[in-house]
């Protein structure tokens, strides 16, 4: 599926979309260059959920967890990551098979480590406020 979004302000829908079309899909991994949209589409989605927490980039983290009324959601951000055993000691496979829903930005740097099944989500700009988003089931 592909959506455009013309604006931040269509994130909210876009989401919700995002989430009728995952179903009982829990992994979602996010693609897309730095400054795509990323942390922003996933704030999005945690409103969705029913999450009020504040919604910040795990980068320095690697991990954040919020709470919502759809279950905890763990929010990874794997920029920094060294190597893929650091994945490891952080308890990544846990948050992985909990049954949770796990928010991914840059999986390319985990590809050992990542499930069978999963949402691809491939943020592109199209202007500075304007992107569209591809959506895909594995
Ligand atoms: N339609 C849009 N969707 C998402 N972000 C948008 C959109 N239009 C403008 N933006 C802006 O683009 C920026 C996206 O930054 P964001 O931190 O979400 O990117 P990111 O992909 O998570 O980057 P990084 O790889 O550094 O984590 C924000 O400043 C956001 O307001
Ligand atoms: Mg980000």
Redesign the pocket.
Known sequence: MILT?S??S??PAIASEIISFAANARIFLFY??????????IKSLCRVLGSRDNIT?P?FAIVNEYEATAGKIHHF?F?RLKNQTEALDIGCEEYFYSGNYCFI??PEKIPDMLPDHFISIH?AVLN????KITLDKF
Not at 128 to 131: E, H, I, L, Y
């Open positions: 979004a604006s931040v269509d994130l897309g260059d730095m400054g795509a949209g990323k942390t922003t589409l980039s980068t951000d920029y930005e840059w943020i500075d406020n304007s992107r």
